[in-house]
Structures are given as C-alpha cells and as structure tokens.
C-alpha cells in the first residue's frame, strides 16, 4: 500500500479459497480500519458489477471505498485463468 501512497495494509482475498465465507470475509476487511487497499480474488462479470458495487457499500458500512475493476490481458496458471493481478477488485478507502 506504501508504494501507492496509502497507509496502511493490503489484504488479498479469494473467493476460491473462502468459497460460501467471501462476502462474510470481505466485511471483516471492509471493517477493519488498518486496511487501506482490499483486492478481491474473484470473477465478476459486467453483468454482476452494479450488485457486486452495492454488496461492497453495504459491507463497507460508510467507509469511503473506490471499486476499480482490473481487466485481465493474458493468461494465468494451470489453476486459475487468470492472474491476482489480472483479475482483482481494489478497493482504496481514504
């Protein structure tokens, strides 16, 4: 987060490993006022991005967030289709 001139901790969730506890895990995260960058480790499709926006607000709960979607432009592992990096949703509360 220091490198992007935020205070702070990063925290990485992903939505394969928490499976049916994300959202549960992304308000834990949302709450926690040492996290300054939240990225979310999950597909989110354009269709589901207005509900997925309201989802984190409603997690955030007044906390100030900025949802950026990070579109991937390449491949990934054996895994997973694409990257962390590839395919996050960030979240900066300042």
């Known amino acids: 987060a220091t490198e992007l001139g935020l ?9 394969d490993v928490l499976q ?12 926690d ?6 990225i979310l480790n999950r597909n989110f ?6 509900p997925s ?5 409603s997690a955030a709960r007044g906390r100030r967030i900025i949802p950026i ?3 991937p432009d390449g491949g990934g ?6 990257s962390v990096r590839e395919l996050a949703v960030c979240l900066s509360s300042v």
Do not use: R
Not at 77 to 82: C, G, I, K, L, P
């Open 45 to 50: 499709p354009p269709n589901s991005w207005l």
């Open 77 to 82: 592992s054996s895994s997973h289709a694409f």
């Open 69 to 71: 979607a990070i579109l």
């Open 33 to 38: 006022s040492e996290v300054s960058l939240l």
């Open 7 to 15: 205070a702070g901790k990063v925290s990485v969730l992903e939505a």
């Open 53 to 57: 926006t309201n989802k984190l607000a």
């Open 20 to 31: 049916k506890g994300f959202w549960d895990a992304v308000g834990d995260q949302a709450q």
